[in-house]
């Protein structure tokens, strides 16, 4: 967004990043710099908002200037040495993930290559520091005492370490990741109109984790083997921005009969349905999980085979009397989760379970806290009256500030911290679905996406205020996360595909 601010005036160099960079590449970011027409504006609106400033190029240069002081590298002026010459877009692609500090290479669009390479050059020769000629395959290029390289590559003017210099030339040469399918695949569905792309491929990511730490890399295995992991096809995110909101867009191919990684997915990106908007209205921080039973049972099916899952099972049974598949999975439904308090003595909140079968989740529950009983005499468990339940235990020796009550209602399970938490959580009041703030928030979703994540951003700032608000490198934040108004996540399914948003929206 800065640069994205800072880039004024026509639009040229709009060549592709991606046209240089190494057809292997696993993780791959790229932003417009040089914004334009209504994308500029939109961009132009959220900085404003974010940075309290009614002129935000004139602020968004001078976080340039700073942040390049603070760098302490090459003496970059952006009237002189950046603005004649940025084109549209850059991208920055990591490599040598397996290293303790894996490479990058950044390669940033130009409208006149010949001033890009000038102006770099002036820069790293006020820097003071030697300087090294080189060239490869007929490209010429420097290479500083870091052994950092810079050069004009096709359009491009590319900085990084000579290796990935000579990747980048080796791209423009011959193939690239622009070329390859499982990115385009991948990027395909993503907005038009984005300021910011991702790409990941985890298979590498993967590989890299095992070769960094050869230790683990059979636990690694296992895992990537359980969860289906190596199946995982690369995934593509968006970043989009405008006055009212900034989100990341994320898209990736999931099928049912495929790994337990993709169903899981899946039933995410199928949302919690009503249940988030069940919550107390005054929650400041809202979670759900959708079809938890369901998710729990594929997840115990997959374990169950390759971790005596089975013995697992029969030891819960010897102990509790319960059946994990019957009396557990088989009532667990939509799951949320809330938290409210405005200090830390004030805070409280609730796990809210659906009850698909009521009287499962009885049994389950007043089997549970006497099996807990039975192990550790300090859990206490004792019956109380609480409006909306069928049964209810306060739990001592909790070590949390208010007592826990966990209780089972009509329709639902609650394990809360407080009193009125537990009431409020078995039948509130006042909904989250009616407060404004809620609605507005989930306004910034993608049409038909159900909400997942829901965070109050003032409550948070004023909660931190009341318990750190001293500290300085709060006070230097607090300013900006006084321009969010509330953070929030959901998602769809589309066919054979997930889509999902985060969005922060602004004041």
């Known amino acids: 967004m800065l640069l994205a601010g800072c880039g004024g005036g026509a639009a040229a160099g709009d060549a592709d990043p991606a046209t240089i960079m ?15 027409g209504d994308q500029r504006e939109d961009v132009l609106d959220a900085a404003s908002k974010i940075l309290r400033t009614d002129d935000p190029e004139k602020k968004l240069r001078e976080l340039f200037d700073e942040a390049v002081e603070k760098d302490g590298q090459a003496k970059l002026d952006w009237d002189k040495d950046v603005e004649p010459w940025l084109g549209e877009r850059a991208g920055l692609v990591v490599t040598n993930l397996q290293a303790d500090e894996p490479d990058a290479l950044l390669a940033v669009a130009a409208k006149d ?6 102006s770099v050059n002036d820069a790293l020769a006020r820097d003071g520091k030697p300087l ?100 995982l096809e690369p995934i593509a995110a968006a970043l989009v921005a405008d006055g009212e909101r900034i989100a990341i867009d994320s898209s990736a191919p999931v099928s049912e009969g495929s790994s337990l990684f993709a169903r899981l997915t899946l039933l995410q990106a199928e949302g919690p349905g009503e249940m988030l908007g069940e919550l107390p209205a005054d929650s ?69 379970i659906e009850a698909t079968d009521p009287a499962k989740a009885r049994t389950a529950v007043t089997r549970l ?13 004792q019956p109380v009256k609480l409006p909306g339940a069928d049964v209810a235990f306060q739990i001592s020796g909790a070590g949390t500030p208010q007592r826990v009550i966990v209780a089972v209602g009509k329709d639902r399970a609650v394990i809360a911290m407080g009193d009125a938490a537990a009431r409020d ?83």
């Open 113 to 118: 290559t010949d001033r890009a390479q000038e």
């Open 425 to 507: 959580a078995l039948a509130p009041a006042d909904k989250l679905a009616d407060a404004d703030a809620f609605k507005t928030a989930v306004d910034a979703l993608e049409d038909g996406s159900n909400p997942s994540l829901y965070l109050s951003m003032p409550a948070v700032v004023k909660l931190a205020a009341a318990s750190d608000g001293d500290d300085p490198e709060f006070q230097q934040a607090r300013p900006y996360l006084e321009a969010l108004a509330a953070v929030v996540a959901g998602g769809k399914k589309d066919g054979d595909r997930a889509h999902s948003r985060v969005a922060v929206t602004l004041k």
């Open 22 to 36: 190494p057809a292997t590449a696993a993780v791959y970011l790229e932003g417009v710099v040089r914004p334009e």
């Open 284 to 352: 400041w921080l809202a979670y759900g999980i959708p079809k938890l039973g369901e998710s729990a049972k594929a997840v115990y099916d997959q374990f169950a085979g390759a971790l005596g899952g089975a013995a697992v099972a029969s030891q819960i049974k010897q102990a509790t009397g319960l059946d994990l598949q019957q009396d557990v999975f088989s009532w667990i439904g939509d799951t949320a989760l809330f938290v409210r308090g405005e200090t830390e003595s004030s805070l409280e909140g609730a796990l809210v």
């Open 369 to 381: 806290v006497g099996a807990a009983a039975k192990q550790n005499e300090a859990f206490g468990p």
């Open 132 to 231: 090294r000629d080189a060239s490869y395959r007929g490209t010429d290029y420097k290479v500083n005492a870091e052994k950092v390289a810079v050069g004009v590559v096709k359009d491009f003017i590319a900085f990084g370490d000579e290796a990935q210099f000579k990747q980048a030339v080796d791209a423009a040469k011959g193939k690239s990741l622009a070329e390859e399918k499982r990115f385009k695949s991948a990027i395909e569905d993503l907005e038009d109109d984005r300021i910011g792309t991702a790409f990941v491929d985890p298979a590498p990511l993967f590989d890299a984790a095992a070769k960094q730490d050869p230790e683990s890399s059979s636990d690694i295995e296992q895992a990537r083997r359980l969860f289906g992991l190596d199946k």
